[in-house]
């Protein structure tokens, strides 16, 4: 079992940075793809990013693509994502996700989940 904890969420303004980060426990995820998605209110949970095991091949949505960086420091059990430039349209509950079967961006591929945290961008 995995426990997932997403953490450094809050209200930013537009233009700036946010670095999220999430914390496994219970079990080590070094040998697990790990995912972002996000999701707001009456929409579906919808792919932000993700990077393989090695954090070697980050996978990008394309419009997100330019102002998202994805990294991991396995020996923290540590996944992290910076978002820059952040729009309004970024306002949304992020959830970070372990081992993958299927596809990058199915949220159905994903196992574990944790419980999110809110990001809210002012404009």
């Known amino acids: 079992q995995v426990q997932l904890v997403e953490s450094g969420g809050g209200l930013v303004q537009a233009g700036e940075s946010l670095r999220l980060s999430c914390a496994a426990s219970?079990?080590?995820?070094?040998?697990?793809?790990m995912g972002w998605f996000r999701q707001t209110p009456g929409k579906e949970r919808e792919f932000v990013g993700a990077i393989d095991r090695d954090g070697a091949v980050p996978v990008y949505r394309d419009i997100l693509k330019g102002r998202l960086t994805i990294s991991r420091d396995n020996a923290r059990n540590t996944v992290y994502l910076q978002l820059d430039r952040l729009k309004p349209e970024d306002t949304a509950v992020y959830f970070c996700a372990a081992q993958r079967s299927g596809s990058w961006n199915s949220v159905e591929a994903w196992r574990y989940w944790g419980q999110g945290t809110q990001v809210t961008v002012s404009s």
């Open positions: 219970g079990r080590t995820v070094s040998n697990s793809d």
